[in-house]
């Protein structure tokens, strides 16, 4: 098969295909509309023995395709207008579901859906193809002039808006089969661990979302195993109308000091219903840190600060690898309706990441993907629409973990009573320990999967940055400008995903300067040359839009951003931003500040406003400095 990326833009009196072939670097356009039917043309390339790579393309742009396809002799003869205004027709009738959806196993040709593989639909993570467009730095985002319900005078701009399209999908294809220079998704081919997976177990999940993908697996791996249809596994679950928490108390409940017991005790006394939110919070304090359990984990109150490895005392950070799942496993846990199959087929994802992490040099693209489809599993066993749902299961897993770790931190205080936390979850221990106690430990971490099959991951560093318990900077022994090793984390992360919000890098890359190398903030933002990093993006919250204002010959100018605007704070310009709500409400975005665009171009060169990213940098600085005055 040919690899093609493709985009369609439908209008009532204009329909454009635009294809790229990234192996021979064609491009394929194909117009229909008045004057102008390449219909037929178009029909027999998407005929031509491709793998056709899109954004939303299965449930819209290949639907849309595919219903060409099947009209294709009532097409015949028709001239470009009669097949707009008959596509629009058959549109909006998928829209309003007297058409159907066409299922994926009926498509003619087959597809990749990037927008549904990178799980971007979850009201999470979602993120339009203009978001994708800022976070890959595209030179151009352009942006509809039109409603798609419009006719079309100038088909200039949706032309060039499509090609753009296709140029975003591109990157993001290579993205996805690791041929990105970006660090955390370097190498990491989603396509080819998905076929692995088909090839494996002979489950078809090309297009699955990560976060689906672990559900999908468990689903047909359950059914060849018990017999059953896929169809009526859906439909089970288990649903209580109460837990009684003391009931999620596993065999090797061992807490000793009083801080933890009277949790303990709470637990115990707790009944909740498991159809309603329980938003229970549980304080303890032991060894001078302020721990809260509550139903979904256990984690410290963070410390911020600035803590440093010396000659006497090293800080150190222990990981329990996919403590969940080994829970599970170890407390032979399921669904009640699943039973004790779904532990074992479980545990063979479990199996296959701890056997990969075990070995010297292991393939950490496949142990972030199969963390991903084990967590998925746990994930959706508390989730009441999924065949999974069992809430106690959840319970009984999250519940142990805590206990587990409690544990965990009576025995490192035993043997080393001077140890400081300076950050604990669930499934994680950071603190900074006496050196000469560090193989007593690794000790300790050998013994605990020899009882319990937890496989601890250890790191050692050399100095933690911390804000909070997401947003810190770890610098590992050893790290040079020349042959850096550090980890950042949240704020300071400087390459995010790009499906979050990747605005303003100039400031996370100025804190990793500062507090990494000693470079003052002022220095590094100023010094920055890479203009994008200084970009922000907006678009309208659902039902209101976004303005942009400025003075043109002593007279106001307002224009609407329409559907996504990227832009920079500037020092020069009169143009602000103002949200506008669906009632009406305006808000300015930026206070006393101006907003240049820059979704084609800089124009001239760029009056960057430097000090509103040096002032946002220092906000982040001095939460964290002030603290470290207040430790000593």
């Not at 050399?462 to 050893?478: F, Q, S, T």
Request: contains cysteine; neutral net charge; proline residues 4%.
């Amino acid at each position: 098969m040919t690899l093609e990326i493709y985009d369609l833009q439908a209008y009532p009196n204009y329909i454009v295909f635009t294809g790229y072939r990234p192996k021979t670097d064609e491009w394929f356009i194909y117009r229909i509309g008045e004057g102008i039917n390449e219909y037929e043309a178009l029909m027999e390339h998407l005929e031509s023995g491709l793998l056709m790579v899109g954004f939303d393309n299965i449930y819209h742009d290949w639907q849309i395709l595919q219903n060409m396809l099947d009209c294709r002799k009532m097409f015949q003869g028709s001239n470009g207008t009669s097949i707009c205004g008959q596509m629009m027709l058959r549109i909006a009738g998928m829209k309003d579901g007297t058409i159907e959806t066409i299922p994926e196993f009926r498509f003619t040709v087959r597809q990749i859906d990037l927008f549904r593989m990178w799980h971007l639909y979850n009201k999470n993570r979602r993120a339009t193809l203009n978001d994708i467009k800022f976070s890959c730095r595209m030179s151009k985002i352009y942006t509809l002039p039109y409603s798609y319900d419009s006719f079309i005078a100038d088909k200039e701009p949706v032309d060039a808006y499509s090609k753009n399209n296709v140029e975003a999908i591109h990157r993001f294809f290579l993205t996805t089969i690791g041929r990105d220079d970006y660090p955390i998704y370097k190498g990491i081919n989603k396509i080819a661990f998905r076929e692995e997976l088909r090839k494996e177990y002979g489950v078809q999940c090309l297009n699955t979302a990560d976060a689906v993908l672990g559900k999908k697996m468990i689903l047909v791996l359950y059914s060849k195993a018990v017999g059953l249809p896929i169809s009526e596994i859906r439909e089970m679950k288990t649903a209580r109308d109460t837990i009684n928490l003391g009931s999620c108390i596993p065999w090797f409940c061992n807490v000793k000091t009083p801080e933890f017991t009277n949790v303990l005790d709470t637990w115990k006394k707790t009944v909740i219903k498991s159809d309603t939110e329980n938003d229970i919070k549980i304080p303890a304090v032991f060894h001078d840190t302020q721990f809260v359990f509550t139903l979904g984990g256990l984690h410290s109150v963070a410390k911020p600060g600035i803590y440093e490895s010396d000659n006497d005392f090293v800080i150190m950070d222990y990981d329990v690898q996919s403590l969940y799942p080994s829970l599970g496993r170890l407390l032979e846990l399921y669904p009640e309706h699943l039973g004790p199959v779904f532990t074992k087929l479980y545990s063979k994802f479990l199996d296959l990441k701890l056997e990969e992490a075990k070995k010297e040099n292991p393939d950490k693209a496949k142990i972030g993907l199969l963390k991903l489809v084990l967590n998925a599993i746990y994930g959706n066993s508390n989730e009441p629409k999924s065949f999974l749902y069992d809430p106690l299961y959840t319970y009984k897993t999250t519940i142990s973990g805590q206990i587990f770790t409690a544990m965990w931190c009576e025995m490192l205080v035993t043997i080393c009573p001077n140890i400081e936390f300076i950050s604990v979850n669930t499934d994680g221990i950071c603190c900074k320990i006496p050196r000469d106690k560090q193989e007593l430990i690794l000790r300790l971490n050998d013994k605990i999967y020899g009882k319990f099959g937890f496989l601890i991951s250890v790191e050692e560093y050399e100095r933690l940055i911390v804000k909070d318990v997401n947003n810190y900077i770890a610098i590992y022994p050893g790290s040079t400008r020349e042959n850096e090793h550090v980890k950042l984390r949240g704020c300071f992360d400087t390459s995010p995903d790009y499906y979050g919000d990747t605005s303003k890098r100039a400031i996370p890359k100025a804190l990793k300067e500062f507090f990494v190398y000693g470079v003052p903030i002022e220095e590094s933002i100023k010094n920055n040359s890479d203009v994008y990093d200084f970009c922000l993006k907006i678009k309208p919250l659902t039902g209101g839009s976004v303005l942009y204002r400025t003075i043109q010959h002593a007279q106001i100018e307002t224009k609407n951003l329409g559907e996504f605007a990227r832009y920079y704070i500037t020092k020069s310009g009169p143009g602000s931003i103002l949200r506008v709500s669906e009632s009406g409400t305006q808000t300015l975005v930026h206070p006393g500040k101006s907003c240049a665009l820059f979704n084609l171009n800089w124009g001239e060169k760029p009056m960057i406003d430097y000090s509103f990213y040096i002032s946002e940098a220092n906000k982040i600085k001095d939460s964290v400095v002030s603290s470290q005055l207040t430790l000593f």
